[in-house]
């Protein structure tokens, strides 16, 4: 026994104890944060009591300042009756009347009936007041949270969220700012309010155009219906995540119904969920796919340096634009004829009854009967006919030499991603015999293999060699010798994760690229030859911070994208033509020396530069001159009258070379 008394004591020496603060030492006045807790402690035990101990308190606390109030009133008014009696009653009178308890004086059983009278009235009051402010807080938080529905008709709906947003969003506000009322209706799955705040730091409405955002997940047919798809004139799913895509289209479809089907624009980034999306977009959808659109940017840019500011002319809402224009007064008249007719816009193409498009026709082809003309104008009502064609110098024409034979082509790839087997392969397709492609990536990329990989790739006349290095490390170009190739691209590496900027890697490859061009050998000049750099970018807010000059060119793909669905949501018949556009084979924009086609040195007519492209089978749009702010003018008039130079350019619509 003795041992078990002597092994408690251990036993409960081992054990924490938990044990309360001290109270404050007698004597001292207790901390100020100690009174404040116990209040709150005080007040959160209430609240855990119910509504009747919260009620009770509250009427209590009303009590406890109402009455002294209405005992000093009382017995501070010269006109209050003399008897205790008499102002103990008018104390419960402004009591009653303060509080809405009746205050009636009398018998108790008056006073009783009359309290519970008002009790009944306070609640009934209470709980009306109650239920509608609590009907219009739910309404409130609910079009807080983006679940109220859009009912509106002709408006234009985004489904998604990507890089594309303010692009898209800011380019159709410019579409809809000569709309009585234009509607864009947005449904993503991202706070309302957090979409709000960033179009409201990003973007500045003009017109009458509305913003209407919405929380929801685009896959879900009960989330799509908040935006109203079947009455939209157009429903644009922005790229993401490819099976996401194919689920927006096909809840799409189960939203507004097969016998209903809504013009939609959407995208894809890779060729695998492409005929996917095609199928559950049905007949009326576009479905572009931005991989491929971005690959043959970077390809056409590294041939035709200064291209992507044709493309972003051409595809800003702001600048010159396709149009298609229905004029019964060119029945039966040849494109040659009617392209010459047109002072202030250019023809491009026509557009068949049957729905096909034809860009660039042979200048015999006439103008049938339900025929549009294509044409690139600043707006849908530029166009129009002059009775005689502008008259133009012949003198001034130079006749077409033979295409002399092209050397091997070198292209230099810094980085690697997924579309860099796809720039290859557009590379391939018009390489001359002998070219090559040099591939500056890490070790392990598999690049020669992915290049085989592509169908569409011959390589007969070009060859891929990879060369292991960073292209972001002072080491990795140092073993380069920029001077022997024909155009650099710094490729964008595939973002990892959300937060990752893709673009940071490229920025850090400009650097480095920009100190191995001023750090030359010894055996180049101030005067050698300034390689061209196509650099491509997700975002175009590091465009303005890249470090390189202005003679780079910029494929900011997310931008371009966002440009090309826009220009497609509000004219689909333009898809055709964006597609021939950016196709494989077909006609292409080219940018072409002056003197190909004009003698130089001279003042000549833009209507002179025209009749000699048309002569060799190709459309004149615009021009390039050195030093002009943008570097691109598209669509001046054919009376322009200029001085050419040997070292301006002419922006041409043709067959691909």
């Known amino acids: 026994m003795p041992a078990q008394r002597d092994a408690a004591p251990s036993r409960e020496a081992r054990r924490t104890e938990i044990r309360p603060p001290a109270p404050p030492p007698q004597g001292r006045p207790a901390p100020r944060g100690h009174f404040e807790a116990r209040f709150h402690y005080w007040f959160d035990n209430t609240i855990t009591r119910g509504k009747a101990a919260l009620v009770g308190w509250l009427a209590l606390a009303c009590l406890a300042l109402v009455v002294p109030v209405s005992v000093l009133l009382v017995w501070t008014d010269h006109e209050s009756p003399p008897s205790f009696g008499s102002r103990i009653a008018a104390v419960w009178h402004r009591t009653g009347q303060t509080l809405r308890l009746g205050g009636e004086t009398g018998p108790p059983i008056s006073v009783v009936l009359s309290v519970v009278l008002a009790l009944i009235a306070l609640f009934y009051v209470s709980t009306l007041v109650s239920l509608i402010t609590t009907g219009i807080t739910e309404r409130i938080l609910a079009l807080d949270r983006g679940h109220a529905l859009v009912l509106e008709h002709g408006h234009t709906v985004v489904l998604g969220w990507s890089e594309q947003i303010p692009t898209i969003v800011s380019e159709l506000a410019a579409a809809h700012a000569q709309r009585r009322r234009g509607v864009i209706?947005?449904?993503?799955?991202?706070?309302?309010?957090?979409?709000?705040?960033?179009?409201?730091?990003?973007?500045?409405?003009?017109?009458?155009?509305?913003?209407?955002?919405?929380?929801?997940?685009?896959?879900?047919?009960?989330?799509?219906?908040?935006?109203?798809?079947?009455?939209?004139?157009?429903?644009?799913?922005?790229?993401?995540?490819?099976?996401?895509?194919?689920?927006?289209?096909?809840?799409?479809?189960?939203?507004?119904?097969?016998?209903?089907?809504?013009?939609?624009?959407?995208?894809?980034?890779?060729?695998?969920?492409?005929?996917?999306?095609?199928?559950?977009?049905?007949?009326?959808?576009?479905?572009?796919?931005?991989?491929?659109?971005?690959?043959?940017?970077?390809?056409?840019?590294?041939?035709?340096?200064?291209?992507?500011l044709v493309y972003e002319e051409l595809l800003n809402f702001a600048g010159h634009e396709f149009h298609t224009v229905r004029d019964p007064g060119l029945l039966g008249l040849t494109f040659h004829r009617i392209a010459a007719l047109c002072p202030v816009s250019s023809a491009v193409g026509l557009a068949r009854a049957d729905g096909t498009v034809t860009l660039n026709p042979p200048g015999h082809t006439r103008f049938g009967q339900g025929d549009a003309l294509i044409t690139v104008a600043e707006d849908q009502d530029a166009t129009y006919r002059t009775a005689v064609p502008l008259p133009y110098d012949p003198a001034s024409i130079r006749a077409e030499d033979p295409a002399p034979d092209r050397p091997p082509e070198r292209f230099l790839l810094l980085g690697w991603n997924r579309r860099a087997p796809r720039v290859a392969a557009r590379l391939s397709r018009h390489a001359p015999p002998g070219s090559r492609v040099d591939v500056l990536a890490p070790?392990?990329?598999?690049?020669?293999?992915?290049?085989?990989?592509?169908?569409?790739?011959?390589?007969?006349?070009?060859?891929?060699?990879?060369?292991?290095?960073?292209?972001?490390?002072?080491?990795?170009?140092?073993?380069?010798?920029?001077?022997?190739?024909?155009?650099?691209?710094?490729?964008?590496?595939?973002?990892?994760?959300?937060?990752?900027?893709?673009?940071?890697?490229?920025?850090?490859?400009?650097?480095?690229?920009?100190?191995?061009?001023?750090?030359?050998?010894?055996?180049?000049?101030?005067?050698?030859?300034?390689?061209?750099?196509?650099?491509?970018?997700?975002?175009?807010?590091?465009?303005?911070?890249?470090?390189?000059?202005?003679?780079?060119?910029?494929?900011?793909?997310g931008r371009l994208i966002g440009l090309l669905m826009t220009q497609i949501s509000q004219n689909p018949g333009l898809a055709s033509v964006f597609r021939e556009l950016l196709d494989a084979e077909g006609n292409a924009l080219r940018i072409r020396p002056a003197d190909a086609y004009v003698v130089t040195g001279r003042e000549i007519s833009f209507a002179t530069v025209v009749e000699s492209a048309a002569r060799r089978g190709e459309c004149a749009i615009g021009y390039r001159a050195p030093g002009r702010t943008g570097g691109v003018c598209l669509n001046p008039p054919k009376s322009l009258v200029r001085h050419w130079s040997p070292d301006d350019e002419i922006v041409v619509l043709g067959p691909e070379t």
Do not use: W
């Open 443 to 557: 070790e392990g990329t598999p690049v020669v293999a992915a290049v085989r990989d592509r169908a569409d790739t011959s390589g007969r006349n070009l060859s891929v060699r990879h060369h292991p290095g960073d292209p972001t490390a002072c080491e990795g170009t140092a073993c380069l010798d920029l001077a022997g190739y024909d155009a650099v691209m710094v490729l964008a590496p595939d973002a990892r994760t959300d937060s990752e900027d893709p673009d940071d890697p490229t920025l850090v490859t400009l650097l480095q690229l920009r100190a191995r061009q001023r750090s030359r050998s010894p055996g180049e000049g101030a005067g050698a030859r300034r390689v061209p750099v196509v650099t491509e970018l997700a975002d175009d807010r590091n465009r303005f911070i890249s470090p390189l000059g202005p003679g780079a060119d910029y494929v900011v793909s």
């Open 185 to 308: 209706a947005i449904l993503a799955d991202r706070p309302k309010t957090e979409m709000e705040e960033e179009f409201r730091a990003t973007i500045r409405f003009a017109g009458r155009t509305r913003l209407l955002c919405r929380h929801g997940r685009p896959t879900d047919p009960l989330a799509l219906a908040r935006v109203s798809p079947a009455t939209a004139e157009c429903v644009i799913v922005l790229p993401g995540d490819d099976a996401e895509a194919v689920k927006t289209l096909l809840s799409l479809t189960a939203a507004v119904g097969e016998e209903h089907p809504v013009h939609v624009v959407a995208a894809v980034r890779g060729e695998r969920h492409l005929g996917a999306a095609r199928l559950a977009g049905g007949v009326r959808a576009t479905v572009l796919d931005t991989d491929g659109i971005t690959a043959r940017l970077l390809a056409q840019c590294a041939r035709q340096p200064g291209l992507s």
